[in-house]
């Protein structure tokens, strides 16, 4: 069992439907990274929470430390949104990577 | 403020070879670290860098190894490449490593 697994893996919806990936990991955190990679490769960080919910325009993200999970949600899916969201485990001053979920939004 | 960069974007070597990669860090951020993703493997952490230090490495082989400058530049190496080193390997920037990273556009590394 991976360290942290995320799911689903792969992801198509319609736009304008409100997505969530999830992410659980296994032992103990001081951190949980979202990660955003579009095809080509380049990856933009959403964003990195220890605690609680943060939100940036469409984007929402939740951890639940007691429960060892986060989520990513985006309300009024667009196209644009297509990319692999990658969650990322900080612990011990190391980084460790769930496999990623392919999201597709259909116009 | 200019973005991560990372040279060459492309490269194609042969088995047996080394290769260095460079990045130049976010100007002001001092941690740099590294990672290779594959399509297998997904993504997995090299090591970190912070002033000239190697601070943190994950499970990678001696033939995988770094450094960094005193402007934060950082380089990593692979020595005697094997197929299998085949990825894009990526690195981000921080300003102390336990915040945000800003990633690289990566280096594709082609062993044939």
Not at chain 1, 56 to 71: D, F, M, Y
Not at chain 1, 72 to 77: D, E, P, R, V
Not at chain 2, 21 to 48: D, K, M, N
Not at chain 2, 83 to 111: H, I, K, M, N, W
């Amino acid at each position: 069992k991976n360290e942290v697994e995320q799911s689903p893996q792969n992801l198509t919806a319609q736009e304008g439907e409100f997505i969530t990936i999830n992410c659980s990991y296994s032992v103990g955190i001081s951190a949980l990274h979202w990660l955003q990679q579009h095809p080509g490769g380049g990856i933009v960080s959403l964003f990195m929470l220890s605690s609680g919910k943060k939100k940036h325009g469409r984007l929402i993200a939740t951890i639940n430390i007691q429960e060892k999970h986060s989520s990513l949600h985006i309300t009024a899916s667009h196209p644009r949104d297509s990319a692999v969201y990658i969650c990322a485990s900080n612990r011990d001053d190391k980084i460790i990577f769930g496999k990623g979920t392919r999201l597709h939004i259909l116009p | 403020k200019a973005g991560v960069t990372q040279t060459p974007r492309y490269l194609i070597k042969t088995r047996g070879q080394q290769v260095t990669l460079s990045c130049s860090p976010i100007s002001g951020h001092r941690s740099v670290s590294w990672y290779q993703q594959t399509p297998g493997q997904g993504l997995q952490f090299l090591f970190e860098y912070f002033s000239e230090t190697q601070r943190n490495k994950g499970n990678f082989p001696g033939r995988f190894s770094g450094r960094q400058f005193s402007n934060s530049r950082s380089e990593m190496n692979v020595s005697t490449l094997e197929l299998g080193d085949s990825a894009l390997y990526l690195c981000a920037s921080s300003l102390s490593g336990q915040g945000e990273q800003y990633f690289g556009p990566g280096t594709r590394l082609t062993v044939t």
